[in-house]
């Protein structure tokens, strides 16, 4: 049993790490500031400080007297650091370096990050490796980049161990739909159920390595146990590619819906194409994918269309 501190725990990804945490007998702290969590998503077992990691005594808090910190707090959204790029940095990097500092003043035995894909940018080489240039696009991706090269600085600087798994669109149960920033599967997932028109921004052709949640949890595990890998950066994602048109399908398909979508102009900063290498990941933490695309998204229509579910279209 160790002792493990979720930022963002309240949210999406957050919520389904702490509890396998729990489920693992490890002691489990979450903080979170409630912006884009909620407390219906803390786990039974868990201790729940709220906290705004911004705030670096906060920070330092909530780090305190933990082992390992699984950092996943953020607003995650390339859209709205579009709209509103101090409000997204503030959380995303100024919480970031916060952490860090505390979890090195703390003796943190490791620090996993939650990066993201968006980093690669429109780069043409498909799929990405790790080891390729970047080239953020948005607000979104340079703090998520900023921050995974941040960790990496703490590793060399001051031998705190940092790893950072760069997340693949992420989707299923307790993803949140309520705000047009929302990932794509839940507001198509909602539409469908509600029978209304779901929107594409763009042709619908551009493609998206979609990863179920289950599958990044297990990759992020791997990611806080694995030796020798500190200050590495790892693709957490499927290796497979999607167009937004062939997962409207697949999805009308399982809802059982004959709707079509309204095409509208695709969104500024938008990446074409997304599709990750996870040899990486597969050679040094023993990762690989447990549910397929397809299985992953019944399992999350399944969920949308439980009375759990419900409470999300409120
Ligand atoms: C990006 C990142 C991802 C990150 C996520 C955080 C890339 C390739 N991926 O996802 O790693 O975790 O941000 O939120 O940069 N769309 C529609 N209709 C909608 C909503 C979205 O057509 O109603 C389209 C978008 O224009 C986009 C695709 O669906 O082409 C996926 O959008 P979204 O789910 O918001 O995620 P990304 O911006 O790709």
Redesign the pocket.
């Known amino acids: 049993m160790a002792s493990y501190l979720v930022t963002g725990g309240a949210g999406f990804i957050g919520s389904h790490i702490s509890e396998a945490l729990v489920s693992g007998g490890h002691r489990v702290r979450v903080a979170d500031n409630l912006v884009t969590g909620y407390r219906r998503n803390l786990r039974e077992g868990v201790e729940f400080v709220e906290a705004d990691l911004a705030d670096a005594t906060a920070a330092a808090a909530v780090v305190d007297g933990m082992e390992y910190v699984i950092h996943q707090a953020a607003i ?4 709205r650091s579009v709209k509103n790029p101090v409000e997204s940095h503030r959380a995303n990097v100024d919480g970031m370096l916060n952490i860090l500092v505390a979890a090195r003043a703390a003796g943190v035995k490791r620090v996993v990050f939650a990066g ?3 980093v ?1 940018g429109d780069l043409p080489t498909l799929p990405k490796r790790e080891d390729m240039a970047t080239n953020p696009m948005t607000p ?2 340079l703090q998520k980049l900023v921050s995974e090269q941040y960790g990496q600085m703490f590793t060399r600087l001051y031998g705190l161990e940092v790893v950072t798994t ?5 989707f299923g149960p307790r993803q949140d739909p309520g705000s ?6 839940s ?2 997932i909602k539409a469908l159920l509600a029978g209304t028109r ?5 042709d ?1 052709s ?1 493609t ?1 390595d979609f990863t179920f949640v289950t599958n990044v949890v297990d990759g992020v595990l791997r990611a806080a146990a694995a030796p020798a890998v500190a200050g590495e950066v790892f693709n957490v994602a499927t290796g497979g590619r999607v167009s ?1 048109n062939a997962l409207l399908a697949v999805l009308k398909n399982i809802v059982g819906s004959e709707v079509e979508p309204i095409y509208e102009a ?2 500024l900063g ?2 074409r194409d ?1 599709q990750a290498d996870i040899g990486k990941a597969e050679r040094l933490l023993g990762y690989r994918p447990i549910v397929t695309l397809e299985e992953g998204l019944r399992q999350t229509v399944a969920w949308f269309k439980t009375g759990n579910g419900s409470r999300e279209f409120s």
């Open positions: 995650p959204s390339v859209p993201s894909s968006s690669y979104y991706a760069r997340y693949f669109n992420v047009p920033y929302s990932g794509v599967i507001l198509f779901p929107v594409i921004y763009g619908g551009q998206r937004l695709g969104r938008d990446v997304s």
